[in-house]
C-alpha cells in the first residue's frame, strides 16, 4: 500500500504522461487536417505570420508573434482589400 506522498507522485507522473500524450495527439490531428493554416502558409508549412482583417473596411493585415503589423500586399504591391465591404462602408 503506497502512502499520500507516493501515490501523489505516480498520480502526478499519470497526470503528466497523459497530458504530454494529449499535446502530441492534437498537434498530430491539427497537421493532419490542416486546423489553423491561412492563406499565407505555403505547401511546405506555416509562415509564422497571423491574417488580420479589419472590418469596417476589409483590408487584410500580416502580424507577426512580436506584435509587428503590416499591409497585405499583392503581386502589384497594392493592399489586399475587400472591394464590397468598401462599398459598403461608403453607403453608411
Not at 498520480?11 to 487536417?33: C, E, P, Q, R, S
Request: net charge negative.
Amino acid at each position: 500500500m503506497l502512502n499520500s506522498y507516493q501515490q501523489f507522485k505516480k498520480d502526478f507522473k499519470d497526470f503528466i504522461m497523459y497530458f504530454v500524450f494529449g499535446i502530441i495527439f492534437w498537434v498530430t490531428i491539427a497537421n493532419l487536417f490542416e486546423i489553423g493554416y491561412d492563406s499565407t502558409d505555403s505547401e511546405e508549412g506555416r509562415s509564422g505570420l497571423r491574417l488580420f482583417t479589419d472590418d469596417l473596411t476589409g483590408c487584410q493585415y500580416l502580424g507577426t508573434a512580436m506584435g509587428g503589423i503590416t499591409p497585405r500586399l499583392n503581386e502589384e504591391s497594392q493592399h489586399i482589400c475587400d472591394e464590397e465591404a468598401e462599398i459598403q462602408r461608403l453607403q453608411i
